[in-house]
Protein backbone atom coordinates (compact mmCIF):
# COMPACT_ATOMS: atom_id res chain seq x y z
CA UNK A 1 0.00 0.00 0.00
CA UNK A 2 2.86 2.35 0.61
CA UNK A 3 4.86 1.81 -2.50
CA UNK A 4 1.27 2.67 -4.30
CA UNK A 5 0.49 5.91 -2.51
CA UNK A 6 4.30 6.79 -3.27
CA UNK A 7 4.15 6.24 -6.65
CA UNK A 8 0.44 8.25 -6.80
CA UNK A 9 1.99 11.09 -5.14
CA UNK A 10 4.93 11.26 -7.19
CA UNK A 11 2.87 11.23 -10.29
CA UNK A 12 0.83 13.80 -9.02
CA UNK A 13 3.60 16.42 -8.01
CA UNK A 14 4.50 16.31 -11.83
CA UNK A 15 1.04 17.01 -12.71
CA UNK A 16 1.62 20.07 -10.55
CA UNK A 17 5.01 20.79 -11.93
CA UNK A 18 3.46 20.72 -15.35
CA UNK A 19 0.66 23.30 -14.49
CA UNK A 20 3.41 25.79 -12.96
CA UNK A 21 5.76 25.49 -15.76
CA UNK A 22 2.03 26.29 -18.07
CA UNK A 23 1.26 28.91 -16.01
CA UNK A 24 4.17 30.70 -16.29
CA UNK A 25 4.87 30.33 -19.93
CA UNK A 26 1.41 32.27 -20.02
CA UNK A 27 2.34 34.79 -17.74
CA UNK A 28 5.77 35.18 -19.84
CA UNK A 29 3.79 34.92 -23.08
CA UNK A 30 1.10 37.36 -22.32
CA UNK A 31 3.59 39.92 -20.97
CA UNK A 32 6.06 39.33 -23.86
CA UNK A 33 3.22 40.16 -26.28
CA UNK A 34 1.67 42.97 -24.48
CA UNK A 35 4.49 44.82 -23.24
CA UNK A 36 6.67 44.05 -26.34
CA UNK A 37 5.44 43.14 -29.62
CA UNK A 38 2.26 45.27 -29.76
CA UNK A 39 4.22 48.36 -29.08
CA UNK A 40 7.07 47.32 -31.25
CA UNK A 41 4.81 46.77 -33.93
CA UNK A 42 2.89 49.70 -33.55
CA UNK A 43 6.14 51.89 -33.67
CA UNK A 44 7.41 50.21 -36.76
CA UNK A 45 3.47 50.58 -38.60
CA UNK A 46 3.51 54.01 -37.83
CA UNK A 47 6.87 54.44 -38.48
CA UNK A 48 6.99 53.23 -42.20
CA UNK A 49 4.11 56.10 -43.31
CA UNK A 50 1.80 53.72 -45.04
CA UNK A 51 -0.95 54.83 -46.81
CA UNK A 52 -4.66 53.74 -48.07
CA UNK A 53 -5.58 50.14 -48.05
CA UNK A 54 -2.38 49.14 -46.74
CA UNK A 55 -2.49 50.80 -44.03
CA UNK A 56 -5.57 49.77 -43.04
CA UNK A 57 -4.63 46.06 -43.02
CA UNK A 58 -1.55 46.65 -41.87
CA UNK A 59 -2.95 48.58 -38.67
CA UNK A 60 -4.81 45.24 -37.52
CA UNK A 61 -1.74 43.54 -36.94
CA UNK A 62 -1.36 44.83 -33.26
CA UNK A 63 -5.13 43.79 -32.76
CA UNK A 64 -4.15 39.90 -33.75
CA UNK A 65 -1.07 39.94 -31.61
CA UNK A 66 -3.51 41.33 -28.47
CA UNK A 67 -6.29 38.08 -30.07
CA UNK A 68 -3.57 35.52 -30.30
CA UNK A 69 -2.11 36.69 -26.21
CA UNK A 70 -5.94 36.52 -25.59
CA UNK A 71 -5.80 32.77 -27.34
CA UNK A 72 -2.93 31.82 -25.28
CA UNK A 73 -4.37 32.72 -22.19
CA UNK A 74 -7.78 31.08 -22.63
CA UNK A 75 -5.78 27.71 -23.82
CA UNK A 76 -4.91 27.75 -20.06
CA UNK A 77 -8.32 26.76 -19.16
Avoid: C, R
Wanted: charged share 5%; no cysteine.
Amino acid sequence: MSGEFGTMMKQNKKGQNSMGSGVMAVIFGTILIVAVAIPVTQSAIDAANLTGITSTIVGFIPVFLGLGGLALAASMV
